[in-house]
């Protein structure tokens, strides 16, 4: 017996939260709509949930979002690919060369610690006005969530068994590869979950200022054309961008996990 609910038991019971989870959502939607027809305040400050719904429709039948949602995605595949990569390198890094940890990781906080907004135009000045910029600027958000977990993970390894590693002779790629990686695993896995929602509040963030495409360079035009329900349709499709690769990376997160909670 492992005390393990049958996963048909599991979805059952999480119906009822998911069912009051959309009639909240209704109600909130009802309670907006009501709210910005029945206040007198203009369609500029808060436009009805209908109007929203409008907007995005027509943006959506008539191609207008097509692009800017692919610069988008492109931002967030390039920097996130990027920028996880050389989080894990260093995560590596630094958790298995601890000179190299004394002396890079003061330079990787203070990489972190500075406003990415605030870099912005500087990488538009150096890299121009386009993808490349959003692309840097996506990478250094999503760098340090995974080389964070990555460094902590590595170092969870039972030091017995790395004894009992070192006294088979196991060199250290192999202890690396066959005893940490699998014991880091979840961590990085949980990094990687907080990098991809980074990703994108990183690619939006970039094309505030360094693009013309992009569901923030369409925030940006709303906004001076005092188009709010525009922007709202805008900031809908990033809430289910990010819901959609959240629950992508979840995905991903249990066929890399399921190996090791099978239960025999």
Same mark, same amino acid.
């Given at each position: ?10 979805? &059952? ?11 909240? *959502? ?12 029945? #206040?007198?305040? #203009?369609?500029?400050?808060? @436009? %009805? ?9 027509? !943006? ?6 097509? @692009? ?5 995605? #492109? %931002? ?5 690919? !990027? ?13 298995? #060369? ?7 990781? @003061? ?6 610690? =500075?406003? $990415?907004?605030?870099?912005? @135009?500087? /990488?538009?000045?150096? /890299? ?5 910029? =959003?692309?840097?600027? =996506?990478?250094?958000? *999503? ?11 590595? $170092?969870? &390894? ?6 009992? +590693? ?13 005893? $940490? ?26 094309? +505030? ?29 990033? %809430?289910?961008? !990010? ?17 090791? =909670? %099978?239960?025999?």
């Amino acid at each position: 017996m492992t005390g393990r609910r049958p996963p048909h038991t599991a979805a &059952a019971s999480a119906w009822p939260a998911r069912a009051l989870g959309a009639v909240l *959502c209704l109600a909130l939607l009802a309670a907006w709509e009501a709210l910005a027809r029945r #206040s007198g305040l #203009s369609a500029l400050v808060l @436009p %009805a949930p209908s109007a929203v719904a409008a907007s995005l429709w027509s !943006g959506l039948r008539s191609g207008y979002f097509t @692009p800017h949602v692919a610069a988008t995605l #492109s %931002a967030l595949g390039l920097g996130l690919a !990027g920028g996880g990569v050389a989080g894990l390198l260093m995560g590596a890094l630094l958790a298995e #060369s601890p000179w190299a940890e004394r002396v890079l990781r @003061p330079y990787v906080v203070l990489s972190q610690v =500075t406003p $990415k907004l605030a870099l912005a @135009p500087l /990488f538009v000045l150096w /890299f121009g006005f386009g993808m490349a910029s =959003t692309a840097l600027i =996506t990478g250094l958000i *999503c760098f340090f969530p995974l080389m964070e977990n990555t460094l902590t993970g590595l $170092k969870q &390894a039972d030091p017995q068994r790395l004894q009992l +590693f070192r006294m088979l002779g196991a060199t250290r790629w192999q202890t690396l590869l066959r005893l $940490k990686l699998p014991v880091a695993l979840p961590t990085v896995l949980a990094g990687l979950r907080m990098a991809v929602v980074l990703a994108l509040v990183g690619a939006v963030v970039g094309e +505030f200022i360094g693009a013309s495409r992009g569901l923030g360079a369409v925030i940006i035009a709303s906004q001076g054309s005092m188009d709010t329900a525009l922007m709202f349709a805008a900031l809908v499709l990033i %809430a289910v961008i !990010g819901l959609l690769l959240y629950q992508a990376t979840l995905l991903v997160e249990r066929l890399l996990l399921r190996p090791y =909670t %099978a239960v025999s």
